[in-house]
């Protein structure tokens, strides 16, 4: 049994593409959230706006396989390895919810990438991407 | 300026190797923290156990220089893109804090990885990793 620390609470989980490493997405699990997970090989986590389990991709087809599960040392923090199903993790159609940086000199957020898919026509029932 | 959804609260960074794409490690920040980062190029963090600010690597020299910092869909998330100095993030000694993996067949965790360095001898007034 993998025990993690939720001290009763939720634990940030960090979804990252198993082939590129690049970081698709941030968001909570609670206990339930980790076994099913770990049951089922597929990324599920809380939602906190929702208050119940988010199965990632159950409406819009953007499933994560799981690859591998990484703790960190302190156990309140995990890494899903994931093989992202439908070319995004994002609810705006973008690969990866970090699709934007800090530019320094015009104290704004730039757009790194484009979207992949339009999320109108995906999220036909509205997966909120809430967290 | 940049306006991250601190709420009052504290927000996950998540910190990346800007060049092999490795998670190194998830801390937390608030405004000052994000605003100091921001400023000096360098991560800073704000540990929950010590309520202040978190300088990574002001004793032990593991600082993380900053390559760029990109933000997720909700504001609420952060990546800091980093030049790793030391040879590690974490206070075990690990390159990476997430130096474990989930066996499915013990239910155990595995380390998958050695330490870099002995961090008695690194962190001699001992600087604590505590989120």
Chains 1, 2 share one sequence.
């Not at 990632?56 to 960190?72: F, N």
């Amino acid at each position: 049994m993998i025990e993690l620390r939720f001290a009763g609470g939720l634990l940030p989980a960090i979804a990252q593409d198993a082939q590129t490493r690049e970081v698709l997405m941030m968001a909570w699990i609670n206990e339930e959230a980790f076994q099913e997970t770990l049951v089922t090989g597929y990324a599920t986590y809380f939602s906190r706006s929702r208050r119940k389990l988010w199965r990632k991709g159950e409406q819009s087809g953007c499933r994560q396989k799981i690859v591998d599960i990484l703790v960190d040392c302190d156990e309140d923090c995990v890494i899903y390895l994931v093989e992202q199903a439908g070319g995004a993790a994002c609810h705006t159609g973008h690969r990866s919810c970090f699709y934007r940086r800090c530019d320094a000199q015009t104290q704004t957020l730039v757009e790194t990438s484009e979207p992949v898919f339009d999320p109108e026509k995906v999220y036909h029932s509205k997966e909120s991407a809430s967290k």
